[in-house]
């Protein structure tokens, strides 16, 4: 179905393109959603009369979606879950959880916009990417511990991480991870050599 997109779509255009995409993708979504109009010559007339009322719509929405990227930018948030000595979580942490959590913290951030290619089902430090708006992409820090104690040790060498960041921007994410993993493994080895 060709359709004429009313906002940024990421991966599949800008406002105001005629696109071809998927029936389904443009009946359950796009036109719902009131993301998109069937391309057809009576609503390429619409557009064009109401093209200003689109693109000052479309501005509203990025300045929005800035200024909540803002809030939410380096937001580092913490979830405790139970986790076999290996640091494999009983379960996972999914899209929603994440939300729920930066929600409690004040931010309007939905469900949808979370984007995980899996959910997390390790202890660690995970970096999720959040789409607010197709031209505004942030992330926020999550940090999964078994208890309180270990997401203390986990900030104070997280402090030391960000002091590092501004040298380093390019190759924290990594880091992040494996220095914030290190503690709690050693941890975890040193409670099951007690249990034996």
């Keep these: 179905m ?19 995409v998927k029936d389904g993708y443009a009946r359950n979504y796009l036109l719902p959603q009131k993301k998109a109009l069937r391309a057809n010559k009576e609503n390429i007339k619409i557009y064009e009369k109401q093209k200003k009322v689109y693109e000052e719509k479309n501005a509203d929405l990025l300045k929005e ?15 405790i879950k139970q986790a076999s000595d290996s640091g494999q979580l009983y379960g996972s942490v999914a899209a929603r959880e994440i939300s729920d ?3 409690s913290l004040g931010h309007d951030i939905q469900t949808k916009q979370i984007q995980l290619k899996k959910a997390i089902k390790e202890i660690g430090t995970h970096k999720v990417k959040i789409i607010i708006h197709p031209e505004v ?8 511990a078994r208890s309180n ?3 203390m040790s986990d900030t104070l060498i997280e402090e030391n991480i960000k002091e590092d960041d501004v040298k380093n921007s390019n190759q924290t994410g990594d880091k992040n991870s494996e220095l914030v993993e290190k503690p709690i493994n050693e941890s975890s080895s040193k409670s099951t050599k007690k249990k034996k």
Excluded: Y
Excluded at 2 to 19: M, S, Y
Excluded at 137 to 144: A, E, M, P, R
């Design 2 to 20: 060709e359709v004429i997109l009313l906002e940024r779509i990421e991966k599949i255009g800008k406002l105001g393109d005629v696109v071809k």
């Design 65 to 79: 979606a800035q200024s909540k990227a803002k809030t939410v930018d380096n937001l580092s948030i913490s979830l």
């Design 101 to 103: 959590t930066i929600k």
């Design 137 to 144: 992409i942030t992330s926020v820090t999550v940090k999964v």
């Design 149 to 151: 104690e270990e997401l």
